[in-house]
T-cell receptor, first 115, second 109 residues
Framework: DAMVIQNPRYQVTQFGKPVTLSCSQTLNHNVMYWYQQKSSQAPKLLFHYYDKDFNNEADTPDNFQSRRPNTSFCFLDIRSPGLGDAAMYLC??????????????FGPGTRLTVL | GQNIDQPTEMTATEGAIVQINCTYQTSGFNGLFWYQQHAGEAPTFLSYNVLDGLEEKGRFSSFLSRSKGYSYLLLKELQMKDSASYLCAVQDSNYQLIWGAGTKLIIKP
């Protein structure tokens, strides 16, 4: 089955210790997204890639970086995690960015704990 | 600014019908999505509306009025497994998705 896969499902890191979250997709979608979601809040878009074109949201902290080495994989790097970065990180894909093609398919998420 | 409003929480009884409302103020409009999110899981797509009117899909229906900046999700014959958060998201003129904080639906036997 075509899907969006995120690893790991649960990640524990220490304050200030870099961490990388990974996402892969078998849907062959053009667009990949990274969201941060805290409890009872809306998902917050951090950045997205349209193919290799990177789009950073204006309010995404510099502490967050992303890489998309190929169509299938996308990584989220948190350079120096703080306690406020503890959240669920969701990866999503869509065929395109317009109209119904913006239906987003989500991975299961990675829950990040910062100690 | 851009804003999506949904009730924070609703309670309904198994077998009943519930309507979850969503109002929006966005810079442009290119469609509205509803997603379901069970606790601790990722959102899953329910419906997409771009034209005014009702879209029916099994037990779930979604309605849109663009002139009023309003949508609702209607869930019929409620089941315990429908307990989840329901997120409304609007695509603005730049095709960016603006998300609501979600409505937590609690189903009681």
């Amino acid at each position: 089955d075509a899907m969006v896969i995120q690893n790991p499902r649960y990640q524990v890191t220490q304050f200030g210790k870099p961490v990388t979250l990974s996402c892969s997709q078998t849907l062959n979608h053009n667009v990949m997204y990274w969201y941060q979601q805290k409890s009872s809040q809306a998902p917050k878009l951090l950045f997205h890639y349209y193919d290799k074109d990177f789009n950073n949201e204006a309010d995404t902290p510099d502490n967050f970086q992303s890489r998309r080495p190929n169509t299938s994989f996308c990584f989220l790097d948190i350079r120096s995690p703080g306690l406020g970065d503890a959240a669920m990180y969701l990866c999503a894909t869509s065929r395109d960015t317009g109209g119904s093609y913006n239906e987003q398919f989500f991975g299961p998420g990675t829950r990040l704990t910062v100690l | 600014g851009q804003n999506i409003d949904q009730p924070t929480e609703m309670t309904a009884t198994e077998g009943a019908i519930v309507q979850i409302n969503c109002t929006y103020q966005t810079s442009g409009f290119n469609g509205l999505f509803w997603y379901q999110q069970h606790a601790g899981e990722a959102p899953t797509f329910l419906s997409y509306n771009v034209l005014d009117g009702l879209e029916e899909k099994g037990r779930f229906s979604s309605f849109l009025s663009r002139s009023k900046g309003y949508s609702y999700l209607l869930l019929k014959e409620l089941q315990m497994k429908d307990s989840a958060s329901y997120l409304c998201a609007v695509q603005d003129s730049n095709y960016q998705l603006i998300w609501g904080a979600g409505t937590k639906l609690i189903i009681k036997p």
